[in-house]
T-cell receptor
Framework: EAGVVQSPRYKIIEKKQPVAFWCNPISGHNTLYWYRQNLGQGPELLIRYENEEAVDDSQLPKDRFSAERLKGVDSTLKIQPAELGDSAVYLC??????????????FGEGSRLTVL | AQSVSQHNHHVILSEAASLELGCNYSYGGTVNLFWYVQYPGQHLQLLLKYFSGDPLVKGIKGFEAEFIKSKFSFNLRKPSVQWSDTAEYFCAVNNNAGNMLTFGGGTRLMVKP
């Protein structure tokens, strides 16, 4: 079974430039997550999708971040314009829908962003 | 809001030493608890999880964790570590009300051969 696929693995950009990250979840997983992991810290949720609906985006900085999951499968996370503080690893995860809350989340390898 | 605290940021052990990593959470309701591991250069993967039942859960590679409800803790243990256990370990909690996992800050474990 293929895992969660993310691209690009690494991205270096100058501040004020746009950047986009792509995620393909495990087939059949309804729930998709974007997390941000700063250096030396644990992952922090940015947005969660149930199929194509964003059900929790309270932590997404909406002035510069946007995300979409148009057909309920792949997802794209965009930052425009990027700031120095956006340097981090952006993790995508997926899980099947389970009654009573989350079970195991399956993570991709992440996209490491460096903003110069 | 739920939160997770991992008090040990860096741990260095010699092979065959015993391991215990602390994890405390704050949430008054029913929780699901997880330990994830990230080996160097690899993605986060599940080590073990607790949903209900026996508070002592066993995971992969000889790891176990004990849920102590009265202490809001879910400490990770391994009787004898190996060099290959060098990794970063994350405790996480889900409050059973929604599909959201909250992670602790992580503990970086280095095992000396």
């Amino acid at each position: 079974e293929a895992g969660v696929v993310q691209s690009p693995r690494y991205k270096i950009i100058e501040k004020k430039q746009p950047v986009a990250f792509w995620c393909n979840p495990i087939s059949g997983h309804n729930t998709l997550y974007w997390y941000r992991q700063n250096l030396g810290q644990g992952p922090e949720l940015l947005i969660r999708y149930e199929n194509e609906e964003a059900v929790d985006d309270s932590q997404l900085p909406k002035d510069r971040f946007s995300a979409e999951r148009l057909k309920g499968v792949d997802s794209t996370l965009k930052i425009q314009p990027a700031e120095l503080g956006d340097s981090a690893v952006y993790l995508c995860a997926s899980s099947p829908r389970l009654a009573g809350g989350a079970g195991e989340l399956f993570f991709g390898e992440g996209s490491r962003l460096t903003v110069l | 809001a739920q939160s997770v605290s991992q008090h040990n940021h860096h741990v260095i052990l010699s092979e065959a030493a015993s391991l215990e990593l602390g994890c405390n959470y704050s949430y008054g309701g029913t929780v699901n608890l997880f330990w994830y591991v990230q080996y160097p250069g690899q993605h986060l993967q599940l080590l073990l999880k607790y949903f209900s039942g026996d508070p002592l859960v066993k995971g992969i590679k000889g790891f176990e964790a004990e849920f102590i409800k009265s202490k809001f803790s879910f400490n990770l243990r391994k009787p004898s570590v190996q060099w290959s256990d060098t990794a970063e370990y994350f405790c996480a909690v889900n409050n059973n009300a929604g599909n959201m996992l909250t992670f602790g800050g992580g503990t970086r474990l280095m095992v000396k051969p």
